[in-house]
C-alpha cells in the first residue's frame, strides 16, 4: 500500500474515515487549502477565535479575505456559539472554531450555525487529535477540520499537518488543487531534526536545545515551524503550501503506534493536576469541561508569569510558554492582522495570565511543584 494511503488509514483510526484526510507539511497549509478550496476570497470574512495562533489570521489573509475576531469565554478557553453568531453577516464565508490546549466548547452548536446560515464550518484541532466532545471525535462535527502534528502536537511528524473533510464536495474542491512535496533539502533539514529530538532530548538538555532552536529557526537556519517573516507580516512565506512528505509520514506512522498510551496517561495527570488545583481552591478548568477532551497540556493562571517561570526552570518542570499574546506569539502591535487588543479582554486577559501545565512529565514533580509555587497561581 502508498505510503500516504497507510499513513491516512492509520490516522482515521483516531478520526474517522481514512478517504476524506489530506495530508499537508504544515497545519496552517491545510487550513489555507481548505479555505482557497471553498472559494474564501478578497470581500469575504472569517469568523475565528480572538485567542489564537498568527498563523490562523495568517491563512485568512493571505486568501484576501478579512479576519473577523471573536472574543473567547475566559473559562473554557474558546468561544460560546451565541458570541459567534452574533458576528455572522451576510459577507461571512467560513467560522473556524477550535480545540484550545485540547479543550473545545460548543462545536455541536457551531456546526448547527453552519447549516442554518449556509456558512462552511471549520473545526481547528491541531491541539486536539484523540480527544472527543459529547463522545465523538474532535474533528467530525463541522464541514472540515485541520489538525497539525508539529512538534508540540499531541502526536508529532516535527512539522505537518492534514485535513478532514466531513462532507464529499470538499473532497472535490481539494483534490483539483496542485500542491507540491515538501523538496528533497527540507526533508533531510527535518529528518535531521528529529535525530536530533530522539537521540539528544532528555531533561536536562531540553532548555538549552530549546533555546537553540527558537533562535535558528528565528534566522531561518533551520526549518522552524514558522519561518521568519510569518510573524512580522502578513506576505505568504515561500514553500507555504506544500503536502506531508515520507520524512513526516513514517515519523508519523512510528509516533502513532505509542499515541494510544501517552493520550491516556494525559488525561490523568489532568485530572490529577485538576483534583490538586481543586483542593489548593485555585482556578481549574470547568468540571462541565473535562468530560472526554484530550489534553495537550493543563492551563492555569498566574498572578507573576515571570517568577512562574523562573521556579519553573529552577524544578526543570516544562512549562509551555503558548499564548502569551492573543495571536501566538506575535507580541506588540497586531495591527497587520487587523487585531486591536482592547476588543477582546477576555483573550488579552488569558494571554497574560495563562500558563500551560506540563501533562507528560513525572506527575508526581509536577504536583509537589504546584503545591510549592501554589502563591504565585490565581
Ligand atoms: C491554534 C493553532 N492553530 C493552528 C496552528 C498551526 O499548526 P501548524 O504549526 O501545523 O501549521 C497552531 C500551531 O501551533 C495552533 O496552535
Redesign the pocket.
Known amino acids: 500500500m502508498e505510503l500516504t494511503t497507510q499513513f491516512s488509514h492509520q490516522l482515521s483510526q483516531f478520526t474517522g474515515s481514512s478517504k476524506n484526510l489530506r495530508l499537508f507539511w504544515?497545519?496552517?497549509?491545510a487550513?489555507y487549502a481548505l479555505l482557497k478550496s471553498v472559494g474564501v476570497g478578497p470581500g469575504d470574512d472569517v469568523i475565528l477565535p480572538a485567542y489564537?495562533?498568527v498563523?490562523?489570521p495568517n491563512a485568512i489573509l493571505y486568501t484576501g479575505a478579512i479576519p473577523i475576531y471573536v472574543d473567547v469565554n475566559p473559562d473554557t478557553f474558546c468561544c460560546n456559539a451565541d458570541d459567534l453568531q452574533a458576528a455572522i453577516t451576510p459577507k461571512t464565508k467560513a467560522i473556524i472554531c477550535?480545540n484550545?490546549y485540547g479543550l473545545s466548547w460548543d462545536v455541536d452548536k457551531i456546526a448547527a450555525l453552519g447549516k442554518k446560515y449556509g456558512i462552511v464550518t471549520i473545526e481547528?484541532c491541531?491541539?486536539g487529535f484523540g480527544g472527543t466532545y459529547q463522545g465523538q471525535p474532535n474533528g467530525s462535527f463541522c464541514d472540515a477540520s485541520f489538525f497539525?502534528?508539529?512538534w508540540n502536537?499531541p502526536f508529532s511528524t516535527g512539522?505537518?499537518?492534514y485535513l478532514q473533510l466531513n462532507r464529499e464536495a470538499l473532497v472535490v474542491g481539494i483534490d483539483e488543487m496542485t500542491v507540491d512535496l515538501p523538496s528533497y533539502k527540507q526533508q533531510l533539514e527535518l529528518a535531521c531534526q528529529l535525530a536530533v529530538k530522539r537521540w539528544l532530548l532528555n531533561d536536562r538538555t531540553y532548555w538549552l536545545l530549546r533555546k537553540i532552536y527558537r533562535v535558528l529557526s528565528r534566522f531561518n537556519i533551520v526549518t522552524g515551524?514558522s519561518q521568519g517573516d510569518e510573524l512580522t507580516s502578513v506576505t505568504m512565506a515561500p514553500h507555504f503550501l506544500q503536502s506531508m512528505g515520507p520524512v513526516q509520514i513514517k515519523e508519523g506512522m512510528r509516533a502513532l503506534k505509542s499515541f494510544p498510551k501517552l493520550h491516556a496517561n494525559r488525561r490523568v495527570h489532568a485530572l490529577q493536576i485538576h483534583a490538586c488545583l481543586k483542593e489548593m481552591k485555585k482556578t481549574t478548568v470547568p468540571d462541565s469541561v473535562l468530560s472526554d477532551h484530550g489534553f495537550l497540556l493543563y492551563p492555569v493562571r498566574t498572578s507573576d508569569r515571570a517568577a512562574f517561570f523562573a521556579e519553573a526552570e529552577k524544578s526543570k518542570i516544562r512549562i509551555i510558554d503558548?499564548f502569551t499574546s492573543p495571536l501566538?506569539p506575535v507580541q506588540g502591535d497586531l495591527s497587520a492582522w487587523k487585531f486591536d487588543r482592547t476588543q477582546y479582554p477576555n483573550a488579552a486577559y488569558l494571554a497574560e495570565v495563562t500558563c500551560g501545565i506540563p501533562v507528560h512529565d513525572d506527575i508526581q514533580k509536577v504536583i509537589d511543584f504546584l503545591r510549592r509555587i501554589g502563591n504565585f497561581l490565581i
Open positions: 504544515k497545519g496552517r497549509g487550513l489564537t495562533c498563523v490562523v477550535q484550545t481547528d491541531t491541539h497539525s502534528s508539529q502536537k512539522l505537518g499537518g515551524s503558548w501566538h
